[in-house]
């Protein structure tokens, strides 16, 4: 099975959706990728989650996206992206998992063509190999790929510390049924934490938040941080700050901190400190990484690597700084990939 496109999109989020329908806009054929659902980042969220921004702020493809109240849901968000993909008739290949991305040479489909002929007729400069859930194997050529993976797929492990992958760990929070009655321990000190141990307490579950740091998070978010400061001080949620966790067993959490090492009950444990850039398909196809900040070498302004054709999208642009780029400001860099490939192409430079 091989198919030629225009624009393949690896990442079917709400930044790899919007640079698709920048893409079919403009006239160009595009196909985007997903090993999940689309906006399988999204719908990984915590069930009952309120989003920071607007919904104005996270609409794309010029469709507005109207809720009742100030913050859209994560209920409300899945259910706008999908509208906006229907409405846009989006080319999206759900669970179907990018292996690699290669640049075609002159024993591919561009042999015979100098590099202005390959510009002008938007000839495959790309080769994605694809499997399905069949295990499938799938060729598809393009003449540009953008890489809009997101930032869920490599979670900040514990460190190497023992039982760190034992079953009862977890690495995404989704809903805290599951943990009714049941010792818990949350791993963080910033929302995705915050939100896991409120949620799990309202289920019931008896709650021990765990962070190397000595409070809370700065960022906690301002109408969130008076519920997990009350739930602290009454101690309906245990708190250990200026603790690290040494090991995890079937029924106990090790803990580290400045009295030595001690024991937390816990049949379930939710580390929710972060995830890592998933920059594996740039750094194959050439693209090197930013060794402070974790930013692929890319130009600011067109967001193409220093390989040619092959861009970045969304918040893998930001490396470590998961906070630095958003739905809201990266949904736009669909529009400017579009004109780019369209128009002259800039040398590459980092952020």
């Known amino acids: 099975m091989i198919t030629t496109v225009d624009v393949a999109i690896v990442g079917a989020g709400p930044c790899g959706l919007a640079a698709a329908i920048a893409a079919e806009r403009a006239g160009l054929s595009a196909l985007c990728f997903d090993r999940g659902s689309i906006v399988n980042g999204l719908a990984s969220y915590p069930a009952y989650m309120t989003f920071f921004s607007t919904a104005e702020r996270l609409s794309i493809g010029d469709i507005p996206f109207i809720v009742a109240t100030d913050k859209p849901s994560r209920r409300d968000a899945l259910a706008y992206y999908r509208s906006v993909a229907s409405l846009y008739n989006v080319k999206v290949r759900q669970y179907e998992v990018v292996e690699s991305v290669r640049r075609l040479g002159h024993d591919d489909a561009r042999f015979g063509m100098d590099d202005a002929m390959v510009l002008a007729t938007r000839a495959p400069r790309w080769q994605l190999r694809t499997r399905k859930r069949s295990g499938e194997s799938v060729l598809t050529f393009a003449h540009a790929v953008v890489v809009a993976t997101g930032y869920f797929g490599r979670p900040n492990r514990l460190g190497g510390v023992p039982g760190e992958l034992l079953p009862h760990v977890f690495y995404r929070y989704t809903e805290g049924h599951g943990a009714w009655n049941e010792p818990v321990v949350v791993v963080g000190g910033a929302n995705s934490a915050v939100d896991a141990a ?154």
């Open 198 to 351: 409120l949620d799990l307490y309202r289920s019931g579950a008896r709650v021990t938040l765990v962070h190397f740091g000595p409070e809370l998070d700065a960022n906690v978010k301002p109408w969130v941080r008076p519920d997990i400061m009350g739930r602290i001080t009454d101690g309906a949620i245990a708190t250990r700050f200026h603790a690290r966790v040494v090991a995890v067993e079937p029924e106990a959490v090790v803990i580290r901190d400045e009295h030595g090492e001690s024991r937390i009950p816990a049949t379930q444990v939710y580390t929710m400190t972060g995830y890592q850039p998933e920059t594996a398909l740039l750094e194959d196809a050439g693209v090197p990484m930013d060794a402070q900040s974790g930013i692929p070498l890319h130009h600011a302004a067109t967001l193409e690597t220093n390989q040619s054709g092959l861009y970045i999208a969304g918040v893998i642009a930001s490396g470590f700084d998961a906070n630095k780029i958003f739905i809201e400001n990266g949904r736009d860099h669909g529009k400017r990939i579009v004109a780019d490939i369209l128009g002259p192409n800039p040398s590459p430079d980092v952020p």
